[in-house]
């Protein structure tokens, strides 16, 4: 059984950082995918960024490109989402999902295994 758990959310201005980790235990590999997805209050859950176990192929969300970058570390089973000139809608529950295939999806539905969440709050 896969289990998934955030950490590195906070609280931060507007403008700031925060790295985002997700450590994964279980039958984690090359087989599987990573993603990142967040929920606002009273909004859907939404794709944020993806990534294979293996590979160098990683997929952003339009809203973040350019700002937060997933990046791995197969030794340690983790994942991360560092977060770059945040912005107060960045706000939200931030996600770790894993699902097997190495297709790189948004659909938060081909997901089958997740983290508890860490909530992560941006001020203006």
């Known amino acids: 059984q896969v289990q998934l758990g955030e950490s590195g959310g906070g609280s931060v201005q507007a403008g700031g950082s925060l790295r985002l980790s997700c450590a994964a235990s279980?039958?984690?590999?090359?087989?599987?995918?990573m993603g990142w997805f967040r929920q606002a209050p009273g909004k859907e859950r939404e794709f944020v960024s993806s990534?294979?176990?293996?590979?160098?192929?990683?997929y952003y969300a339009d809203s973040v490109k350019g700002r937060f970058t997933i990046s791995r570390d197969n030794a340690k089973k983790t994942v991360f989402l560092q977060m770059n000139s945040l912005k107060p809608e960045d706000t939200a529950v931030y996600y770790c999902a894993a699902r097997l295939g190495t297709v790189l999806s948004l659909d938060p539905t081909r997901f089958g295994y997740w983290g508890q969440g860490t909530q992560v709050t941006v001020s203006a």
């Open positions: 279980g039958p984690i590999s090359s087989l599987y995918t």
């Open positions: 990534i294979r176990w293996s590979g160098s192929n990683t």
